[in-house]
């Protein structure tokens, strides 16, 4: 079955900076990958996601990059900003006879200090 | 965006009573809904796949008997906790997925469950 790793686990930045989690998956046969963030307490939010027929993809301050013959998949966030501060899930399909579901990373927690 | 609406946000229950969760996708049908149980500090962890007018669908070491779910209609499925023990006490997630490949999934707020 499929398995996703993400790293790192924990991630400080000083407001402005760059951050990038990474992620690397298993199953070749999957074709979705969405990332979440999470605020204390609260459900997983969908912030950005990529699909395999695609390289790149970009939201404002927030892009995803997707490498199929690595089968690993990042995300930047630019311009760190404190309300950044949560924690990042990544995420990757996989399908089983006609249902499918999504297999999560172990989670990056992101501070930006001020 | 699709809303996910989970309810309640907090419960406490006393050992040995079963408890009630509710999900329900406010401005979409979803034939499936997924059960998330997530531990502090942890990834989401799927317990089962809920699936509109049939059995729902668990995952490998999940007790069926324990956590019933149940998916009356296409905008509704509920999580019941049965028995409940200080050991179940958790944060349970729902989700449902949009989309014509069925693959962008939406979260509900979440659920506290505290069992004294």
């Known amino acids: 079955g499929e398995n996703v790793e993400q790293h790192p686990s924990t991630l400080s930045v000083q407001e402005g900076d760059s951050a990038v989690i990474k992620c690397t998956y298993s199953d070749s046969a999957s074709n979705y990958f969405p990332w979440y963030k999470q605020e204390l307490g609260k459900g997983p939010q969908l912030i950005i996601d990529?699909?395999?027929?695609?390289g790149e993809k970009k939201d404002q301050r927030i892009a995803v990059t997707l490498n199929k013959t690595a089968k690993h998949f990042s995300l930047h966030i630019t311009e760190t900003q404190p309300e950044d501060s949560a924690v990042y899930f990544c995420?990757?399909?996989?399908?089983?006879?006609?249902?499918?579901?999504?297999?999560f990373g172990s989670g990056t927690r992101l501070l930006v200090r001020p | 965006g699709a809303v996910v609406s989970q309810h309640p946000s907090r419960v406490i229950c006393k050992s040995g009573t079963s408890v009630k969760i509710e999900c329900r996708s406010l401005d979409f049908q979803a034939t499936t809904m997924f059960w998330y149980r997530q531990f502090p500090k942890q990834s989401l962890m799927l317990m089962a796949t809920?699936?509109?007018?049939?059995?729902?669908?668990?995952e490998q070491g999940v007790e069926k008997d324990k956590f019933l779910i149940n998916h009356a209609s296409l905008t509704l499925s509920t999580l019941t906790v049965t028995s409940a023990h200080p050991e179940d006490s958790s944060f349970y997630i729902c989700?449902?997925?949009?989309?014509?490949?069925?693959?962008?999934?939406?979260f509900g707020q979440g659920t506290r469950l505290t069992v004294v």
């Open positions: 990529i699909r395999s027929n695609v």
């Open positions: 989700s449902a997925p949009l989309g014509s490949l069925h693959t962008e999934a939406f």
């Open positions: 995420a990757a399909i996989t399908r089983m006879d006609s249902s499918y579901k999504l297999i």
């Open positions: 809920s699936n509109e007018g049939s059995k729902a669908t668990y």
